[in-house]
């Protein structure tokens, strides 16, 4: 009886979060979605986002788990898939650092965006 009214798998799907919540809050959801995920469920998430705050930050959750932190939630890497999508293809965003054999998420692309405009910026005030 409790195989059928308790749920032991359950898929969460977020639609692009950024789009109503704060970036401290898109943090917060992130670490309540995975700590919940990595539970002794076997629960699954699936989020669409163009967050650099989101993609960034589970660079720090996967840092977590190599670091072994305690108390906080963490992510492994060979649990967690990252694609891009763009002129018709996808693209894997998961890499492997060839000199320590850690795995992380590839952002550049959005962090490079923040750095053109923080330099705009930045050069704008010096002006």
Do not use: W
């Not at 308790?6 to 950024?18: A, G, K, M, S, Y």
């Not at 917060?28 to 995975?34: E, H, S």
């Not at 700590?35 to 589970?58: A, D, K, M, R």
């Amino acid at each position: 009886i409790d195989r059928l009214l308790i749920p032991n798998r359950t898929t969460f799907i977020v639609e692009e979060p950024e789009q109503n919540l704060y970036p401290s809050t898109q943090l917060a959801l992130t670490d309540a979605i995975v700590s919940l995920c990595c539970g002794e469920h076997e629960h699954g998430c699936t989020v669409t986002t163009h967050s650099p705050f989101i993609l960034n930050y589970l660079n720090v959750l996967i840092a977590r788990f190599y670091k072994g932190v305690a108390n906080k939630a963490k992510l492994n890497p060979t649990e967690l898939s990252v694609f891009a999508v763009g002129d018709g293809r996808l693209a894997d965003l998961i890499q492997n650092n060839e000199r320590t054999g850690e795995m992380s998420v590839n952002a550049e692309d959005l962090v490079e965006a923040m750095r053109y405009m923080y330099t705009e910026y930045r050069e704008m005030k010096d002006m």
